[in-house]
């Protein structure tokens, strides 16, 4: 078995957390070293925790539309690495959704984007996840608003990282407040993605 695979292998039975997850330890990524872009998400949500697949829930139609892409080319782990901030699902609080579980970026994160050695493009969606990217781009003024940092995302585009709000529903008024994001962002997104897919 290569070192990716002990890798992958080790995340799908990892249980560090599980005392703390409502529904139990169920890791849902896609990985393979292939992968030249990274969609880092904040965690599963319920639906995804049944299914066990990535985005597949309205979140996930919306990302793909953004994206440009169809169902098998999104679920190719050879063109998409998938690796929220909690790998699993962490349950709701009175305000929405919890965040990721923090052990889950501290066990797992670093070792597995040291085996993504094509990596060119991360997609850096919603807080936490660009809470956590950011931090590796001292260059960045930190931002202290999700709002600032979309703004901001060609000095983040300049490190191959793209910040975006979450495809959520919950994430409509945003969405319509912020009509820039599909103007001026969403265009270049979907360039960046052909791009880095070998499209264009
Ligand atoms: S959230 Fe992460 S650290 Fe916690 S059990 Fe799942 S894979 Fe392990």
Redesign the pocket.
């Known amino acids: 078995m290569k070192a990716w695979q002990t890798t992958v292998d080790e ?1 799908r039975h ?5 005392p703390e ?1 409502p529904l139990g ?1 169920r ?1 849902v990524i896609q990985f393979h070293p292939s992968a030249r872009i990274l969609i880092a998400g904040q965690a599963p949500g319920i639906r995804v925790h049944r299914s066990g697949k990535p985005f597949d829930d309205p979140s996930g139609e919306r990302l793909r539309s953004w994206l440009g892409v169809d169902k098998p080319d999104f679920y190719d782990a050879c063109q998409f690495a998938i690796l929220p901030m ?3 699902y962490p349950g709701t609080t009175a305000s929405g959704d919890a965040p990721p ?1 923090a ?2 970026a501290d ?2 994160r670093e070792q597995l984007l040291a085996q993504l050695p094509h990596l060119r493009l991360t997609l850096a969606i919603g807080q936490y996840a660009q809470q956590w990217h950011g931090q590796r781009l001292p260059a960045i003024k930190p931002e202290r608003t999700l709002t600032e940092r979309v703004k901001n995302w060609r000095a983040w585009l300049e490190h191959g990282i793209l910040p975006l709000p979450h495809p959520s529903p919950r994430n409509n008024r945003w969405l319509a407040k912020n009509r820039w994001f599909e103007d001026e962002v969403l265009p270049e997104l979907k360039a960046q993605i052909a791009q880095y897919r070998g499209a264009q």
């Open positions: 995340v990892c249980t560090l957390c599980e997850l330890a890791p909690g790998f699993c579980r052990e889950c066990a797992w």
